[in-house]
C-alpha cells in the first residue's frame, strides 16, 4: 500500500528549502526529521557486487549519519580512542573524498562504551554550512566550500558518561543540542551565524532519589540521555520536543522556556528523535522499563507522572501506552495512520498511531541501533549485521527484499535523488 505524498504528515517546523530533485538530506533522519523521503526509484535490491555506484572505505571510528546538500556527503569519524575528531566531505557523484579534516585533539577523552563511538552526534547542513559537534569535546561551523572554521566551542561541560550521542538540529537561526550527562543536564540553543548561546535550560527535572531502588542515584546511567530534539507544531504552537533521562520536555523554540514534562521514572537514557502528528507526541521512554508512549501535549504548566495512579488534572495525558517490542535506539516512523517500529531485537511492528492497537508484528532478524526510513511505498530497516530488509508501507506485512553487505549498520540511511547513502561501521555507499 503506498501513501500519496500530498497526505504525508509534515507536522514539522523546519527552515530548510525543499529542492525538486530531493537531492538533499540535511540532517538527522532527513528533511522533516522524522525519515520520510519523497524520492522515488530507489533501489529495491543490492549487494556487494550489484547496484552499487561507489564505495568509499572510512577511517576511524563512527556511527554518524550521512547529511547530504547538493554535491557534498558529510560525516563525522575519530580515532577509536577519541583522541583525533574529524569531518570528512566525499563527492556525491564520484565517492572521492573531497577533505577528510581534522576538527579537534582531545588530550584525556571521556569514556566511551564500546558500542558507542566518539563521533556519534550526526552534522545538520544547509547551503554553505555545515555544523559538527562530538558533543561536550567540540562543536564547530565549517564553510562546506573551503571547510575554514567560521566558529567552534568547547566550552559546555558534560560528562557523556557512555559517550555522546544526540544530534543538532537548525530552526530558523538557532541551534537545538541535548546535553544529557552524568554530571550535567540541559538543552542548549546557539545562534547559528556566530555560535553565541541564545538560551540555556537546566532541566527542571530534580535528579535526586532517582535509582532504580530509590535510593540516591550516584551513576551515569539514570541521568544520562542520547536522544535528538524536533520541532513540531501542536495546537498552532512551535514547539521544541526534548527527551532528558527520565523525563521529555516541551519547550518554546525562541525562548528555552519549560511549556510541560513528562516524567517516565522507571526509565533512562532516552536516545530517538520523537514523531508527532494526529495532534499526537510518540516516542521510546528509553532503557530498563522502557514503553512507546503516545502524549497529547498539554498547556503550560503541566507536569505528568506516566506511571502515577491518579490522573493528571492537565490536559497532558497519555494517549495509548504500549511496553510490547519496544525500541530503544531505533527511532519511530510515522506514515500516515500508521507507527512503524523495529526494536533492537529485529521485530518490526506496525500500530495504528491514535490507538496504539497492533496492525501486524513481525520478526525479521538480527540487531537493529539505525533509524528506518520510508519512500516511495517502502519501508528500509538497516541491521548491525549489515542486512537491509525492505518492506511495503501498510496494513498488511509485505518483505519485498533482503539485502547484505559486508559490514554493519549503525549509522541510520540517508536518501539523494534516486540513490541510497548507506554508512557501514567501515565504508561508504551510493547503491542506486
Known amino acids: 500500500m ?41 533501489p529495491l535490491t543490492w549487494s556487494e557486487t550489484n547496484h552499487i555506484a561507489w564505495k568509499t572505505p572510512v577511517h576511524g571510528k563512527a556511527w554518524s549519519s550521512p547529511v547530504i546538500w547538493g ?16 569531518a ?6 564520484t565517492g572521492k573524498i573531497l577533505r577528510d579534516q581534522k576538527l579537534f585533539d582531545i588530550e584525556k577523552p571521556q569514556f566511551a562504551h564500546k558500542f558507542n563511538s566518539y563521533g556519534s552526534p550526526t552534522p545538520v547542513i544547509e547551503e554553505g554550512r555545515v555544523y559538527i559537534t562530538f558533543g561536550s569535546p567540540g562543536t564547530a561551523c565549517l564553510d562546506t566550500a573551503t571547510g575554514e572554521v567560521l566558529w567552534q566551542r568547547r566550552d559546555f561541560v ?50 535526586k532519589d532517582l535509582g532504580p ?5 550516584s551513576e551515569g546511567d539514570w541521568r544520562k540521555a542520547f536522544a535528538t530534539c524536533q520541532v513540531a ?49 510518540f516516542f521510546p521512554s528509553g532503557w530498563s522499563q522502557g514503553q512507546i508512549l503516545a502524549i497529547k501535549p498539554g498547556k503550560k504548566g503541566d507536569v505528568l507522572d506516566v506511571n502515577a495512579t491518579t ?14 517490542n519496544v525500541p530503544k535506539k531505533p527511532s519511530l516512523l510515522l506514515v500516515g495512520d500508521l507507527l512503524y517500529t523495529i526494536d533492537d531485537n529485529g521485530v518490526a511492528t506496525c500500530l495504528e498511531a491514535e490507538t496504539g492497537k497492533v496492525v501486524w508484528n513481525e520478526r525479521i532478524g538480527g540487531n ?11 519501508i528500509y530497516f538497516c541491521s548491525e549485521e549489515g542486512k537491509t530488509t525492505v518492506v511495503a508501507l501498510g496494513r498488511e506485512f509485505k518483505k519485498l527484499a533482503e539485502n547484505t553487505l559486508d559490514d554493519g549498520f549503525m549509522a541510520s540511511p540517508a536518501v539523494s535523488g534516486k540513490s541510497l547513502v548507506l554508512r557501514t561501521k567501515t565504508s561508504l555507499y551510493r547503491v542506486e
Open 2 to 42: 503506498q501513501f500519496p505524498r500530498l497526505l504525508l504528515p509534515l507536522v514539522v517546523a523546519i527552515t530548510l528549502p525543499a529542492l525538486a530533485e530531493d537531492t538533499n538530506w540535511p540532517q538527522f533522519r532527513g528533511p522533516t526529521g522524522d525519515g520520510i523521503s519523497t524520492a522515488t526509484g530507489l
Open 71 to 86: 554535491n557534498q556527503i558529510w560525516f563525522t569519524t575519530a580515532s577509536e580512542d577519541g583522541r583525533e575528531l574529524f
Open 88 to 93: 570528512v566531505c566525499v563527492d556525491r557523484a
Open 158 to 207: 558534560c560528562n557523556h558518561y557512555r559517550g555522546a550521542g544526540s544530534s543538532p538540529i537548525l530552526y530558523g537561526n538557532l541551534i537545538f543540542m541535548n546535553f544529557d550527562g552524568s554530571d550535567h543536564q540541559f538543552v542548549v540553543a546557539l545562534d547559528k551565524r556566530t555560535g553565541k548561546t541564545v538560551w540555556r535550560d537546566e532541566r527542571s527535572l530534580d535528579y
Open 213 to 217: 531502588d530509590g535510593k540516591p542515584e
Open 233 to 281: 507544531t501542536l495546537d498552532g504552537q512551535p514547539t521544541l520536543l526534548s527527551q532528558g533521562a527520565k523525563a521529555f520536555y516541551g519547550y518554546v523554540p525562541e525562548t528555552g522556556e519549560e511549556l510541560w514534562r513528562i516524567e517516565e521514572r522507571t526509565s533512562h537514557s532516552g536516545g530517538t528523535r520523537p514523531v508527532a502528528g494526529h495532534g499526537l507526541v
Open 311 to 324: 490522573p493528571s488534572d492537565g490536559q497532558l495525558q497519555v494517549a495509548w501506552r504500549t511496553k510490547r
Open 368 to 378: 537493529y541501533s539505525a533509524a528506518p526510513i520510508a519512500a516511495d511505498g517502502l
